[in-house]
């Protein structure tokens, strides 16, 4: 099947060629979600740094960006296990439409609000919420859907490197837009665009042709498949092992994105387009990031990117703290984006492939809970940290446990290459072992 299909594809082109690297977007479906995404994540982008800015405009307080975080992305931590059940029982594309659906709605009432200057932290608060209470349920059915977009398990990886690609060339427009928006007008257009960009990917998940043999159907209950899932994610290495890790860099990490207004204004003496600048850096390291994965012919070699990055991600931080000078601050940011999109992009990549089909849903659900839901215990803490010992101490000690994370992580390795191996040798990513060795173990 797919393992006679992948060596020998990588072994024959020449090394020159760069054709493998859009090998994904041969398939219709992964070319529509492309299409689509590509115009709402801009969108996205620009609702993020829009919604920091709005907070900080009418609060002036580090511990509200936190708080407005915290509300934002807790639903996700306390909801996204039972909507990996869900995921794994229905249709996934449904699910996404029906998500996206709502994120308009929010996005919109959100534009509504600020346009007609009705808006107050209450209102972004309860919003936020919703975007998260959303957020549950569409990104483990967003993961989940890729490997039923690109029909050859072989080119999932490339898929998932592509995604990663454009979504940091959004992050790299749209932040830039949301400031220039920001400047001539209010956030509040910013808000519109974004409600307005989800048109873009509704169309394209409708416009699908997913085989119905590949919807799920349960034979049991949600709760028998709630400890299915956790049962699998807690008994294997490799998974639990990536998920330790980037529940402890969403934790200590991330939440430096929560910050990124008060080193505009405060740090840098600049105002909106400076945020503009920093989220950019970020999106252009996070870019050149994932495009050097997209060049990869294979996920051999994953496990070793995981812990380089999250030492490279930890340095960007602690230097960015110790900058004053908006071009340093840039370049940190760029070496920051780097780091973090090589590790989040490694990692997802890893664990699609070695996922059990009908795990896959509630496996992607604690990824999410790692990637996403610890996010916000991260933000209420970055925020308090900044409030209490300013915002530039707070990034080096959040790029400290990075580093940290990425130490523990490499003394986890043998284990995890354990564990891999089989799995690596039945997909053929790697050569099986003679048959002499095989019948001695």
């Known amino acids: 099947m797919q393992p006679e299909s992948r060596q020998p594809a990588a072994k024959s082109a020449p090394a020159h060629d760069f054709s493998h690297a859009w090998r994904a ?32 405009r009418l609060t002036n307080s580090a511990l509200l960006l936190g708080t407005v975080s915290f509300a934002g992305q807790i639903p996700t931590f306390l909801l996204a296990p039972i909507a990996g059940v869900i ?17 308009m709605l929010q996005s919109l009432v959100l534009a509504w609000l600020t346009l007609s200057n ?18 549950a349920f569409d990104m483990p059915a967003r993961q989940s859907f890729m490997v039923q977009m690109v029909e050859d ?22 932040p830039s837009l949301a400031g220039l928006l920001i400047a001539v007008k209010n956030e509040g257009w ?34 028998t498949q709630l400890k299915e899932g956790w049962t699998y994610v807690a008994g294997f290495v490799p998974i639990r092992s990536i998920l330790l890790l980037f529940a402890l860099l969403s934790l200590m990490g991330w939440p430096f994105m929560v910050l990124m207004p008060i080193f505009a204004a405060k740090i840098l003496h600049g105002g909106p387009h400076t945020l503009g600048f920093l989220m950019g850096a970020v999106g252009i390291g996070s870019l050149a990031s994932a495009l050097s994965l997209v060049l990869r012919r294979s996920v051999r070699g994953l496990t070793r990117v995981i812990p380089v990055a999250a030492v490279i991600f930890g340095i960007g931080l602690i230097a960015f703290g110790f900058s004053h000078y908006l ?7 760029l070496v920051t984006g780097f780091g973090m999109m090589q590790g989040l992009t490694g990692s997802n990549t890893i664990i699609q492939t070695l996922v059990d089909e009908n795990m896959r ?4 659900s604690y990824y999410t809970m790692a990637f996403v839901g610890m996010a916000p215990f991260g933000s209420l803490l970055a925020g308090a940290m900044a409030h209490a010992i300013g915002a530039p101490r707070t ?7 990075c580093i940290l994370g990425g130490i523990w992580f490499t003394s986890q390795l043998p284990a995890i290459r354990k564990d891999m191996r089989p799995i690596y040798q039945r997909l053929g990513i790697i050569p099986q072992p003679p048959l002499e060795e095989a019948a001695e173990s």
């Open 327 to 333: 071009w340093l601050s840039m370049l940190m940011m």
């Open 153 to 174: 398990r072989a080119d999932l990886s490339n898929a998932i490197a592509i995604n990663s690609s454009m979504v940091n060339m959004a992050r790299l427009v749209g």
């Open 395 to 401: 990034v080096i000690v959040c790029g400290v446990a």
């Open 361 to 364: 849903g509630r496996v992607m």
């Open 87 to 103: 995921v794994d029982r229905i249709d996934r594309r449904k699910v996404l439409v029906w998500t996206q659906a709502l994120a």
């Open 190 to 223: 910013c808000f519109l665009v974004d409600g307005i960009s989800y048109i873009a990917v509704i169309v394209s998940l409708l416009m699908m042709r997913v085989p119905r043999n590949q919807e799920l159907r349960a034979r049991t209950s949600v709760l």
């Open 118 to 135: 009705r808006i107050s932290i209450t209102e972004v608060l309860a919003l936020s919420a919703f975007q998260g209470l959303i957020n």
């Open 25 to 56: 977007l041969s398939h219709r479906n992964f070319r529509l979600f492309f299409g689509g995404q590509s115009i709402s994540v801009i969108g996205t982008w620009m609702t993020r740094v829009a919604t920091s800015w709005l907070v900080y």
